[in-house]
């Protein structure tokens, strides 16, 4: 008996104790890297939050290192389910926001277009309706010069509308129609929840096909409001005049 304990108390454990030298520390980053891993779901609601994978799987990566090389972690396979999780919830996340922006960009162009082609019709009074939020646009049935006749606030804000540049330019053209062909996009992006796209346009002479200007159209995505608040209307925000060539002048 004395022998016994003896040799207890040298190895330092009794026998009912021997289980705690196989006692491993869970990594608290491996815990971290999982926990971050399943909120990475949130990556597919808007790109702010793909920081949150991106995380996921630092943690994970710097935990499954740090388990590899010690004798007291343990968790490799929480290490290994966080970082599964954030690659595939930033996989969605990226893809679902490309698809997005591609469609978004794609709209945005194609209402650029269209109001740019009313404008060279000088169709100014309806291009500048589509200047406004869809709460302050007339109905397809009104007499947009009476309207604009018939109030002094507007017919100024249709007047400094022809004012800018591009327009005054188009006003003054005295030869054939004129023609808008698609550049390139420049550039797309959130503020406030709003969608803007910047795209370039080149104007020529339809018959003669030479270019006369290059210009940029800035258009913007609202909500609307009241009646309309669960829908979304294209707004052209502005036209710039960025070249005008010799053909024109």
Avoid: C
């Amino acid at each position: 008996m004395t022998d016994t304990t003896n040799h207890a108390s040298g190895a330092g454990f009794s026998a009912e104790n021997e289980d705690l030298l196989e006692y491993r520390e869970l990594s608290r980053l491996a815990i971290a890297g999982m926990v971050l891993g399943v909120v990475s779901v949130l990556a597919i609601f808007t790109s702010v939050l793909w920081i949150v994978p991106v995380l996921a799987i630092i943690f994970s990566l710097v935990a499954y290192y740090k388990i590899d090389k010690s004798d007291v972690l343990t968790g490799k396979g929480m290490a290994l389910i966080g970082m599964a999780l954030a690659a595939i919830w930033l996989g969605i996340g990226v893809t679902q926001g490309t698809v997005r922006d591609h469609v978004m960009m794609s709209n945005s162009r194609e209402m650029a277009k269209s109001w740019l082609d009313i404008l060279l019709e000088k169709k100014t009074m309806e291009a500048h309706q589509l200047t406004r939020a869809p709460g302050g646009r007339q109905p397809a049935t009104t007499s947009l010069e009476g309207y604009y006749q018939s109030d002094e606030v507007n017919q100024e804000d249709l007047q400094g509308f022809e004012t800018h540049d591009a327009i005054k330019a188009f006003l003054k053209w005295e030869g054939g129609p004129l023609e808008s062909k698609f550049v390139n996009d420049v550039s797309t992006g959130v503020h406030d929840g709003v969608h803007y796209g910047r795209h370039a346009f080149q104007v020529t002479d339809k018959e003669s096909g030479k270019p006369l200007w290059d210009v940029e159209v800035l258009m913007k995505r609202e909500r609307g409001f009241g009646n309309l608040q669960d829908e979304f209307f294209w707004i052209a925000d502005s036209i710039s005049l960025e070249k005008t060539y010799p053909d024109a002048k």
